[in-house]
Nanobody, 124 residues
Framework: QLQFVESGGGLVQPGGSLRLSCAAS????????IGWFRQAPGKEREGVSY????????FYEDSVKGRFTISRDNAKNTVYLQLNSLKPEDTAVYYC?????????????????WGQGTQVTVSS
């Protein structure tokens, strides 16, 4: 059974940091491009970042460039999203997802497998 387990969310003050983890079971993350999405209250889910399966290339949405870093540990079959300099507008449920396709944009319909989400709350 293909499954993602996300962890690392929580409550943090503005300017703080968190590291989100997305651990896969039942399949190898090596074969997939992995994306992180988020959904803030009352808003649509949006793409944040992805890392490719082929060469480890990365993409970041403009609002998180320079603050978030995506990485993968193939030995642990896990993808991480390091969140630094957090802002209240980063508050959302964060999801990881996998696609077997080579992508240029984070079209959600291309992602086949989704995690359950982890809540990130940035508040003083």
């Amino acid at each position: 059974q293909l499954q993602f387990v996300e962890s690392g969310g929580g409550l943090v003050q503005p300017g703080g940091s968190l590291r989100l983890s997305c651990a896969a079971s039942g399949f190898s993350l090596n074969d997939y491009t992995i994306g992180w999405f988020r959904q803030a209250p009352g808003k649509e889910r949006e793409g944040v970042s992805y890392i490719t399966s082929s060469d480890g290339g990365t993409f970041y949405e403009d609002s998180v460039k320079g603050r978030f870093t995506i990485s993968r540990d193939n030995a642990k079959n896990t993808v991480y999203l390091q969140l630094n300099s957090l802002k209240p507008e980063d508050t959302a449920v964060y999801y990881c997802a996998a696609t077997p396709f080579i992508i240029e944009t984070m079209t959600q319909g291309l992602f086949d497998y989704w995690g359950q989400g982890t809540q990130v709350t940035v508040s003083s």
